[in-house]
């Protein structure tokens, strides 16, 4: 085991109703003017952005409002943000809603109290300091609500660039199942590849004697393959919603993948399908992991056994152990299949035709070669026609 840091400093407020506390969470954690930063439509909908503004009035809270931000969320809202952000003197920020607003707001946070353009920390700088931020989750997903981590696209030139700093760790966040029944079935399973893929970016790895970290992730992918296909099937059974709620957020904190080298290849070769097709992230995922995985597996053949043994119930085939390996590769597709997810370019929306463009702007990424396998540019072509071509 490699040594580590493992630093998650964000208190997590789990359950029913929760929501009803955020103002006196705001006010533990130092807020007396709040921007209050949400998506589309569905919280709107769901009552719940009433909810929050009545828990903050309550606590006698000032608040401001910026809405409407996109999946794969937008460097130009972001520049709104942080002007709003100055322009009001607001000393908290809170996001409610999933991912991406979540990103959204790390990015406003750190970019209010930057002279320079935000940007630049998604082009390399690391984010010193940050207005802090709190979170009312609405979908488990991206684990943005106990990560370090922000995922922008820049309008221009479509380019989708993360960046990642303790500072930017959610102060508070507050999870209600509940609130995760409005999902479409689809945004559902979005999530669910994109939770297992977290896992798996960390599970693939060189680095030995990690057994503790292995069975963490394993337990992850082994909830996340019992609960998924229940909240499928009834979206309204708040146990497994619970379930995978809490699974999203422990799959992504890191603490799953603390003393280990790991992966991360599949997010930054996703990150050019999202960026170019505005798909959502975990379909792209979908699409992409086990392409990777079917060209990476030989580099360590029994690591690939361990997960089709361990999280799939493959056989074990002790004297050709590359079928076990395929096997449970098979599996995962087929699970992804299973809950809706696309499995090949043609059902998420890609072209075969535009794999150059898409490498092309990867290749603009500096040093993000992978932990596990490191991939040179015609090797990325290679998962990608791989992906583009895949059937069950
Ligand atoms: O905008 P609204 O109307 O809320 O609709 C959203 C959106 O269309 C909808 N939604 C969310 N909660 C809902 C709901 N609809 C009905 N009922 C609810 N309760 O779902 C859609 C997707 O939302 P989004 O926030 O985009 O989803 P997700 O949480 O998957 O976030 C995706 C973003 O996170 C980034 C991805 O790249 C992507 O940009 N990531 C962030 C990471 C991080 N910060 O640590 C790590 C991840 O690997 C990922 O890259
Ligand atoms: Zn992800």
Redesign the pocket.
Known sequence: MNNFNFCSPTEFIFGKGRENECGDYVRKYGGSKVLIH?????????G?LDRVKNALEEKGIAFCELGG?????RDTLVYKGIELARSEKVDFILAV???????SA?AIAIGALYEGDFWDFYSGKHAEKALPVGTV????????E????????RTEGML?R?T?SDVMRPVFSIMNPE??????AY?TA??AA?IM??VFERYFTNTTEVEITDRLCEAVLCTMIRETPRVIADPNNYEARANIMWAGTVA?TNIVGVGRDQDWNS?NI??EL?ALYDC???AG?AVIMPAWMEFVHRHNVLRFCQMATRVFGCAMDYETPENTAAAGIKAFRHFLHDIGMPINFAELGAKEEDIPKLVEKLGLLDGHTGGFVSLCSEDIAEIYRIAARASL
């Open positions: 949400h998506g589309g439509k569905s919280a709107i909908k769901s719940l931000v996109q999946p794969n969320p809603g999933g991912g991406s607003v979540i990103d790390k989750l609405t979908i488990a997903a991206a684990g943005s106990g990560s370090g981590d922000s995922v922008i696209t989708k993360g990642g609130l995760t029944q409005t999902l479409p945004q979005c999530g994109d893929a977290h992504h997010h996703e990150h999202s959502a992230h975990g995922l």
